[in-house]
């Protein structure tokens, strides 16, 4: 199993950037492909951007492609989101989640971290 935890949220301007954590345990984390959602107020969680578990294939939403990257290091544990070009839309807590390379969806959840971004 693994239990991710997020970290690196806070308050930034639009425009700015800032990169999201996913840290989980060294030792399995690399059994897991992670993904990222965001969910704002009053509003559906989303889907925002996945890695594989060898990092050799990613997935973007149509509204951040081009402005988020997700890399991650296996060694470390540790996923990012790399936001870059904030805007007044992106707002929302942002989560980290994990499936197994086995397939059977995102199990593994994390309690999120806020963003904000002022205008």
């Known amino acids: 199993q693994v239990q991710p935890v997020e970290s690196g949220g806070g308050l930034v301007q639009a425009g700015d950037s800032l990169t999201l954590s996913c840290a989980a345990s060294?030792?399995?984390?690399?059994?897991?492909?992670i993904g990222w959602f965001r969910q704002a107020p009053g509003k559906e969680r989303e889907f925002v951007a996945a890695?594989?578990?060898?990092?050799?294939?990613?997935y973007y939403a149509n509204s951040v492609k081009g402005r988020f990257t997700v890399p991650r290091d296996n060694a470390e544990g540790t996923a990012y989101l790399q936001m870059n070009s904030l805007k007044p839309a992106d707002p929302a807590v942002y989560y980290c989640?994990?499936?197994?390379?086995?397939?059977?969806?995102?199990?593994?959840w994390g309690q999120g971290t806020q963003v904000t971004v002022s205008s």
């Open positions: 989640a994990a499936e197994h390379v086995g397939g059977g969806g995102y199990d593994y």
């Open positions: 060294r030792r399995t984390f690399s059994s897991y492909n």
């Open positions: 890695i594989s578990w060898t990092g050799g294939t990613t």
